[in-house]
């Protein structure tokens, strides 16, 4: 499996790729496709928020944990699919809030690249999972990387980081909150959407956070 993290990233991260972890990461993800083992996303986009997101551009940081593990679901970006795939339940409660939030109503489309070019970087923690089995490529080395992703984001003053659940909440120690907005919700599953992802008008927030700092706001409308 061939590795194309956009050289921009590569340079921002001061070829993080090249270490050991990764290199074994690489060769644990090469071993699975050998032994005929369903990956997704497909290896095309398993950069593919990277390559959507340059780090200089990305303002606003959405963290999810794990890729779709469903056929056709997972298209590098966290929380987004394939505009002809079924939105996904937790896709459905973030266009949910963002309608109670701001009043924009998306509801056919799921793909999420409109926002990523604006400069959203749809991260996951871990970049790949086995078909149907989630969490499956936890503790292969893929936190490691996306831990440098965020702490490195976070030097620069003025982004947004939308932290959903348990898991992208742990993340809150990597960020410095003297020069950057950490907002903090339930995730958006349909488990726990109603503890409080409903009505955290985490969009509006971002993008008032966005005007003061003399930054575009984000047009939440998937086009």
């Known amino acids: 499996m061939k590795f194309d993290l956009p050289k921009i990233w590569n340079n921002f991260l001061k070829n993080e790729h090249e270490k050991e972890y990764m290199l074994s990461l690489r060769c644990r993800l090469n071993e699975d496709i050998k032994?005929?083992?369903?990956?997704?996303?497909?290896?095309?986009?398993?950069?593919?928020?990277?390559?959507?997101?340059?780090?200089?551009?990305?303002?606003?940081?959405?963290?999810?944990?794990?890729?779709?593990?469903?056929?056709n679901q997972a298209n590098g970006l966290s929380f987004s699919v394939p505009n002809k795939t079924n939105i996904p339940p937790s896709l459905r409660n973030?266009?949910?809030?963002?309608?109670?939030?701001?009043?924009?109503?998306?509801?056919?489309?799921?793909?999420l690249s409109s926002w990523a070019k604006q400069g959203v970087l749809l991260?996951?923690?871990?970049?790949?999972?086995?078909?149907?089995?989630?969490?499956?490529?936890?503790?292969?080395g893929w936190e490691l990387f996306t831990d440098k992703v965020i702490s490195g984001l976070s030097k620069k003053k003025g982004r947004v980081f939308m932290l959903w659940g348990r898991m992208a909440t742990k993340k809150a120690n990597l960020i410095d909150s003297s020069k950057?907005?950490?907002?903090?919700?339930?995730?958006?599953?349909?488990?726990?959407?109603?503890?409080?992802?409903?009505?955290?008008?985490?969009?509006?927030?971002?993008?008032?956070?966005?005007?003061?700092?003399?930054?575009?706001?984000?047009?939440?409308?998937?086009?």
């Open 123 to 140: 991260l996951n923690t871990n970049l790949t999972v086995e078909e149907k089995k989630p969490g499956s490529h936890s503790n292969l």
């Open 35 to 71: 032994k005929e083992k369903i990956i997704y996303p497909k290896k095309s986009n398993i950069f593919k928020a990277f390559e959507l997101t340059s780090p200089n551009k990305a303002k606003v940081i959405i963290l999810g944990q794990d890729p779709y593990h469903g056929f």
């Open 180 to 223: 950057n907005l950490i907002l903090i919700s339930p995730h958006p599953s349909p488990l726990s959407a109603y503890r409080g992802f409903f009505g955290c008008k985490h969009f509006s927030q971002c993008n008032n956070y966005l005007k003061q700092n003399s930054k575009k706001e984000i047009n939440w409308k998937i086009k």
């Open 94 to 111: 973030i266009f949910k809030e963002i309608k109670n939030d701001l009043g924009i109503d998306n509801k056919k489309k799921g793909d």
